[in-house]
C-alpha cells in the first residue's frame, strides 16, 4: 500500500460506475443458418473468444459496430466469461460479446481491461460457486464501480493508470515468455523425436503392433479406492504411476486377470490417446479401462523404442485413424490398437535411438516440471502486484 499511496500521492481517488467511463457495445445475434463454412468475414463467438479454433463466417455487411479489430478490447459475458484485448483479424463479434469502448478523456483501454479482470474474479465469487459457466447481465455489469484516480485531472489521471499497466505489462510478458519457452522446448523435442524414427525404405520392417506384442484390458469395474494397498494408474496419473494417491485393496488387485509386469507399457486409449509410461518394476500396480497394458516380444522390440514409436506422429497418426471418432470424448477399442502399423528396426538400432532419446526425454522432462513451476510462481507474483496495484482506498459511502 506504501508503493500505491506513493503514486496516488494524496490525489483522490473516484469510484465510477462502468456505464459512466464506458460503453458496452452488443454483437451480432445469429441463428444457426446464417452462420456459414466460409465467407467475407469470420464471426467471433465465445468459444473462439478463448480456445475453439473452428470458425463460423457470414458474408453480411453490418454497422461498423458490430465489427472489432485487432487492438479493440472485448468482453464475453455467457458462459466462460471475462475480457480480452483482440489480436486476430478483423471479424464480426458475435451477440454474447461486448465490444467495450472506453471514454478515451477518463480511462485508459488497458487499465480498463486489468479492472475488468480483475473484477472478474469477484464476480465469479459472489456467484457463490467460482464457476465459470455464469452470465452477467449488461445492466448489472454497467453498474460495477471502478477506481479512477485524480477524476478532476484527466492528464495526471491517465500518467497514474500509465504506470499501474507498465508494472503489471512487465509481469504479464514474464509469464508469456515462460509460457512461450515450454511451448518451444516441447516442439523442439517433438521435432528430433520424430527425426529419428523417420526411416528409408530398407531400414526397418514394417509391423503390426499385434506381431511384437500383446495388449490387455484394465478393469471395467469403478475402483473401490482406499488410503492404502495397491497403487492405482488411470489416464490422469500415467506419467507418475507409482506417485498416485489413489489405491485399491490387496483384495481387489488380486481379481485382476493380467497384472503388469516391469517392462509393460500402460497406453492411454481414450481423450489424449498414445501416451505411455514404462513400468519400471515388479510392484504390483492396478488399472483402469482408459488404460491399455503392453507387453512386448523382448526379442523383436525394446519397451523403451515402442513407447517413443506409440508417441511419435507415426504412432499418433495411426492410433487416430482408428478411433472412435463419435465417441465423446475420443477412445479406441482394445482390437484396433493391436492393427497399428509401426517401424521395426534392428534392435541395435533402436537400442541406439532409445539412449539418444533418454537423453532428449530427461531435458524435456526437467523442462515439464521446472517451467510450469516457474510460470505458476510468476502469475501468483502478477496476481499479489496486481491486487495491490488495483486495490484503491474506497470512502464509507462507496463501501456502503
Known amino acids: 500500500m506504501n508503493f500505491l499511496e506513493k503514486l496516488l500521492d494524496g490525489v483522490e481517488v473516484e469510484w465510477k460506475p462502468l456505464g459512466e467511463v464506458c460503453r458496452f457495445i452488443n454483437g451480432k445475434a445469429y441463428k444457426q443458418q446464417e452462420l456459414l463454412e466460409a465467407g467475407k468475414y469470420p464471426v467471433l463467438r465465445v468459444g473462439n473468444f478463448f480456445t475453439n479454433g473452428n470458425w463460423y463466417y457470414s458474408d453480411l455487411e453490418l454497422e461498423e459496430d458490430k465489427y472489432c479489430d485487432k487492438g ?10 471475462g475480457p480480452k484485448i483482440w489480436d486476430g483479424e478483423k471479424v464480426i463479434y458475435h451477440y454474447h460479446i461486448w465490444k467495450v469502448v472506453p471514454d478515451a478523456s477518463m480511462i485508459s483501454k488497458k487499465y480498463l481491461f486489468y479492472l475488468l479482470a480483475w ?5 465469479k465469487a459472489e ?10 447481465g449488461k445492466g448489472a455489469i454497467e453498474k460495477r464501480l471502478v477506481p479512477i484516480p485524480c477524476p478532476d485531472n484527466p492528464e495526471k489521471s491517465l500518467a497514474i493508470q500509465a504506470e499501474i499497466v507498465r508494472i503489471l505489462d512487465t509481469f504479464t510478458a514474464l509469464t508469456a515468455e515462460l509460457t512461450a519457452e515450454l511451448t518451444d522446448r516441447k516442439k523442439q523435442y517433438n521435432y528430433y523425436r520424430d527425426r529419428l524414427l523417420t526411416f528409408e525404405k530398407g531400414e526397418a520392417e514394417w509391423k503390426t503392433l499385434g506381431e ?3 495388449t490387455y484390458d484394465g478393469t471395467h469395474q469403478t475402483p473401490k479406492y482406499s488410503s492404502s494397498g495397491v497403487p492405482f494408474v488411470s489416464v490422469e496419473n500415467i506419467r507418475n504411476p507409482y506417485k498416485t494417491k489413489k489405491f485399491i485393496s490387496v483384495d481387489d488387485f488380486e481379481k485382476y486377470k493380467y497384472k503388469p509386469q516391469k517392462d509393460d507399457l500402460f497406453m492411454t486409449r481414450i481423450g489424449d490417446i498414445g501416451t505411455c509410461a514404462v513400468v519400471e518394476n ?7 479401462v482408459t488404460l491399455t497394458l503392453i507387453r512386448v516380444d523382448k526379442n523383436s522390440i525394446l519397451p523403451k523404442f515402442l513407447k517413443y514409436v506409440i508417441e511419435s506422429h507415426i504412432g499418433k497418426s495411426e492410433l487416430y485413424k482408428r478411433t472412435l471418432v463419435n465417441a465423446a470424448p475420443i477412445k479406441i477399442n482394445l482390437g484396433e490398437i493391436g492393427k497399428i502399423i509401426i517401424p521395426v528396426p534392428l534392435l541395435a538400432e533402436q537400442t541406439r535411438i532409445v539412449t539418444i532419446l533418454d537423453k532428449f526425454d530427461a531435458i524435456a522432462t526437467s523442462i515439464r516440471e521446472g517451467l510450469p513451476r516457474e510460470i505458476a ?3 501468483k507474483q502478477y496476481e499479489y502486484y496486481r491486487d495491490l496495484l488495483l486495490t484503491f482506498p474506497k470512502s464509507e459511502e462507496v463501501e456502503a
Open 72 to 81: 479493440d478490447l472485448l468482453y464475453a459475458w455467457s458462459a466462460s466469461f
Open 119 to 123: 473484477d472478474t474474479e469477484a464476480l
Open 127 to 136: 456467484s457463490g460457486t467460482g464457476s465459470t459457466m455464469m452470465h452477467v
Open 212 to 214: 511384437v506384442a500383446k
Open 282 to 288: 515388479d510392484e504390483p500396480l492396478a488399472y483402469y
Open 377 to 379: 510462481l510468476r502469475q
